[in-house]
């Protein structure tokens, strides 16, 4: 499996991975067709150099603004201003998704600092044609790579204080350390900012596992070098090379939850919403116990489906139950390979689920539907049928 891994210990800013990203073999040529679709294309000149430090050389990579105001101050852009930018530049389908999910990670951050709608979000740093440049360049050269899963190690995030639009603030920004949630990061290696809401933002979009791969044979190697200087080298190293496969990832948003607390409908009338909700397509439903405010218990609704059947299942709550709201809630689903076989037992055939762990090794389980077929046949309690069935099983796979 093809894979990607970040080595983050002077941490990651946007320009850094541009670099690392050509540094590493993706073409200039294909960047800049990608960049040059952009409305703003003319706001901004892509520069690449040869640069080192500590001895370490890779690419540097520098976006000059030529659209400024006269007084030096960046544009800057709303959210929205920023999502119909890059719908328009008409780049391709895994590249503009792969772009819209960095700035909506940036987006929801700053919502959440400043307590306002995501659609209010102003962009300040982020919204300047620099900003803009190294996100939609990161999703080309994402894109280009090909990767099938990506990893990173812990991020480092410096120290001391920046300035920035909203005055002198601690290192993270806001808006960094609130898109790094639950990421393993390193503090006061290095003195000043060592990754910029750009940075994490990428990092947070673009990852599947925070972890350093277990198996994995590096084949190219990528240098991006960072415009400060710190007391260890200020770069970025990212390696390409091919990962012992361990875990399926899904691709992004391709699975979703619908959820709704419910505390006014009879206990009776979930059993067939579920039966109803299962037949139209979900993957699973489940209910679970609840408190809410003021005390009161009530049940809360979970359906986990693919994408295409979102729609139609929420109408399907919102229509079968007696909620007024639900919540919509992509996630990312991670399985390990399995595959069915049928294996014959003394009591009849059964069908087993095997599936393999990240370590290599195998586990398995027989049908449930099928042990109780073969235990009513046979005249056997559930418990009885299932050691039969157990025993040869384990027995037939040893051999296998």
């Known amino acids: 499996m093809r894979a990607l891994h970040y080595q983050c210990s002077a941490g990651i800013a ?7 990203m050509v540094d590493l073999g993706v073409p200039e040529a294909v960047l800049r067709e990608g960049l040059g679709r952009l409305p703003c294309a003319a706001e901004f000149a892509l520069e690449f150099r040869r640069a080192s430090k500590f001895g370490i050389s890779g690419t540097q990579a520098q976006v000059k603004d030529l659209g400024h105001a ?7 852009r709303h959210y929205g201003d920023i999502v ?3 719908k328009a530049a008409r780049l391709a389908t895994g590249v503009e998704a792969r772009a819209l999910a960095i700035f909506e990670r940036i987006a929801v951050a700053e919502a959440k ?17 620099d900003s803009i440049v190294d996100i939609v ?14 990893f990173c190690d812990t991020v480092e995030v410096g120290s001391g204080f920046v ?10 920004a806001p808006a960094t350390q609130e898109i790094l949630a639950g990421v393993p990061c390193s503090y006061g290696g290095v003195r000043g900012e060592a990754t910029t809401p750009t940075g994490a933002a990428i990092l947070k979009a673009s990852v599947d596992e925070f972890a350093p791969p277990v198996r994995f044979a590096p084949a190219s ?8 200087d710190f007391d260890i080298p200020n770069v970025l190293r990212v390696v390409v090379g091919e990962c012992g496969a361990s875990v399926q990832a899904a691709p992004k948003a391709a699975h979703y939850k619908i959820e709704a607390n419910i505390d006014d409908m009879s206990p009776e009338a979930y059993e067939p919403l579920m039966d109803h909700l299962l037949a139209a397509g979900a993957s699973d439903v489940y209910v679970t116990p609840i408190v809410m405010k003021k005390s009161r218990p009530a049940i809360s609704l979970a359906v986990l489906c693919e994408a295409e059947r979102v729609d139609a299942l929420a109408e399907a709550v919102l229509n079968r139950s007696t909620t007024i709201g639900l919540r919509v809630l992509p996630f990312e689903k991670r399985a390990l390979p399995r595959q069915v076989q049928t294996v014959e037992t003394r009591l009849g055939a059964v069908r087993v689920k095997v599936v393999t762990q990240p370590d290599g090794q195998r586990r398995w389980k027989s049908e449930f539907d099928d042990v109780r077929r073969l235990a009513d046949a046979a005249g056997l ?16 796979l040893d051999e296998a």
Do not use: N
């Open 14 to 20: 946007g320009d850094m991975h541009l670099g690392a």
């Open 84 to 86: 119909e930018l890059v």
């Open 381 to 396: 309690d559930y418990l009885q049928a299932k050691a039969t069935v157990d025993l040869d099983v384990a027995q037939a």
């Open 221 to 228: 190697v990528g240098y991006g070098v960072g415009q400060r």
């Open 137 to 150: 360049g990161a999703a080309i050269c994402l894109e280009a790579l090909a990767v099938e899963r990506v």
């Open 70 to 76: 006269a007084d030096g101050h960046h544009r800057h």
């Open 113 to 129: 600092i400043h307590d306002i709608p995501v659609e209010r979000v102003h962009f300040h740093e982020v919204g300047a044609v």
């Open 163 to 172: 300035d920035c639009a909203h005055g002198r603030l601690p290192v993270p």
